[in-house]
């Protein structure tokens, strides 16, 4: 599946770094019957405002503002996050 749905979530992103206002948050997950760390689901949303809303989401180890900064790189709007 990565192999089809890839090409959508690179378009998708770039889309997103389009918009001016974006929102960001974290959540942790264990998975089941697992004995590794907690890990993290991030959602990157556009603003209520966008004519094309888009939800991403993206799986890491950490929540730290490296993430976020991983995620968007060169980005040069406003990043809400709690």
Known sequence: SQYYFEPIYDLLH?????QPV?????????????????????????????EQGITLYHHDKGRSGLVVKEFLGDYTGYVHCD
């Open 22 to 50: 974006l929102h960001a948050d974290e959540t942790s997950y264990r998975v089941l019957e697992s004995d590794s760390q907690l890990t993290y689901y991030w959602t990157f949303l556009s603003g209520k405002h966008e």
């Open 14 to 18: 770039e889309k997103l770094l389009e």
